[in-house]
C-alpha cells in the first residue's frame, strides 16, 4: 500500500461510503517522523497512546435499525503507524448503512481493522450515549498559565524559548494552556487544543513555556507529532526528571485526537473538556 501522505485522502474530495469499507483506513508510517527528530523506534524516549473519541459513530442492528453511540479507541505510541484523521472519519461513515448483531460485534469489527492498520494492538471501547452523559465533563488539575501578560511575536515554532527559570528551584507541578493551536502538514487547516505538561524537576519558566506554546501557531504537523516534538523540547531544554505532555485536541469531524507521552509511567487522562 502506498502510505505517502500524497495518496492519502487529505485535501481531496472524497465520496461518502456508507457501507462498510475497511480498505478506506489510510496509515501512516510513524518511523520518518522519529527519524527526523533524531529517535530510534527500539529505543524511544517515551512511552503512551494516543486516544481518539468518536462521536459520531453509527450502524444498523440486525432488523435494520438505526443505532448512535460513541467510540474511544486507544493506539500505543509505538504502534507503526498513525492512522490519518480523515480516512478514520470515512472507515466510521462507512459502517452507517451495515448490519451488525450487536455493539460487541462493532466493536470486534474496528479493534480487527485498526490494529491491522496500526500495525499494533488498538484497543477499542463502544459507548451508548447514556453511558457517554454519565461521564460528564472534566476539569484540569494544575495551573493555567494563559493569563500571563506577556508579550508574543513568534508564531514559528522556536524550541529555544522554553526555559528553565533562573531560581534552580526544583518543584513537582502541572501546568496548561489552552491557546495550543497548530496547523495540518497537507491542508493548512488549524488545530485547535489544551496542552497539559506534568513535571518534576528544574522549575520551568512559564513565560518561557507560554512563549513556546504560541510558537506552534504557525507548525505544522500532525497532532501526535507536535506532542512529541514538545516533550522532546522540554526534555532537551529544560532537563526535568520526570515529564508527561498531552494534548485535549478540540473535535473535528466527530473525532478528537488526544496524544500522550510520558517518561514516568504517568497514566494517560481522557477525560472530556469543555471545547470537546
Not at 520518518?32 to 529505543?43: R, T
Not at 494552556?177 to 495540518?184: A, Q, R, T
Not at 529544560?238 to 478528537?256: F, K
Request: overall charge negative; aromatic content about 8%; proline content about 5%.
Amino acid at each position: 500500500m502506498n502510505t505517502s501522505l500524497e495518496a492519502s485522502p487529505l485535501g481531496k474530495h472524497s465520496d461518502y461510503v456508507a457501507e462498510y469499507d475497511a480498505n478506506l483506513l489510510f496509515p501512516i508510517p510513524r518511523a520518518p517522523k522519529w527519524e527526523a527528530n533524531g529517535l530510534v523506534a527500539a529505543s524511544l524516549p517515551f512511552t503512551g497512546v494516543d486516544i481518539w473519541n468518536a462521536y459520531e459513530l453509527s450502524w444498523l442492528n440486525h432488523r435494520g435499525k438505526p443505532v448512535v453511540a460513541a467510540g474511544v479507541f486507544t493506539i500505543p505510541c509505538d504502534s507503526e503507524c498513525i492512522i490519518e484523521s480523515k480516512s478514520f472519519k470515512l472507515y466510521l461513515n462507512s459502517f452507517n448503512q451495515s448490519r451488525f448483531e450487536s455493539a460487541a460485534d462493532v466493536q470486534a469489527t474496528m479493534a480487527r481493522d485498526l490494529s491491522r492498520a496500526a500495525g499494533a494492538q488498538v484497543r477499542v471501547e463502544i459507548l451508548s450515549i447514556n453511558a457517554l452523559e454519565q461521564r460528564g465533563l472534566a476539569v484540569l488539575q494544575g495551573e493555567c498559565i494563559d493569563e500571563l501578560d506577556i508579550a508574543i511575536d513568534t508564531y514559528q515554532l522556536d524550541s529555544s524559548l522554553v526555559q528553565p527559570s533562573t531560581d534552580d528551584e526544583r518543584v513537582s507541578e502541572t501546568l496548561y494552556s489552552h491557546l495550543l493551536k497548530s496547523n495540518c502538514p497537507v491542508t493548512g487547516q488549524p488545530d485547535w487544543g489544551t496542552l497539559v505538561i506534568d513535571y518534576r524537576g528544574p522549575r520551568i519558566d512559564r513565560e518561557s513555556l507560554l512563549k513556546y506554546i504560541c510558537s506552534m501557531r504557525q507548525h505544522q504537523d500532525f497532532h501526535e507529532q507536535c506532542v512529541e516534538r514538545v516533550f522532546l523540547d522540554i526534555l532537551a531544554q529544560c532537563r526535568p526528571e520526570a515529564l508527561t505532555v498531552g494534548a485535549r485536541y478540540v473535535r473535528r469531524g466527530g473525532l478528537d485526537i488526544n496524544p500522550w507521552r510520558t517518561n514516568c509511567g504517568k497514566a494517560s487522562d481522557n477525560g472530556r473538556l469543555a471545547r470537546q
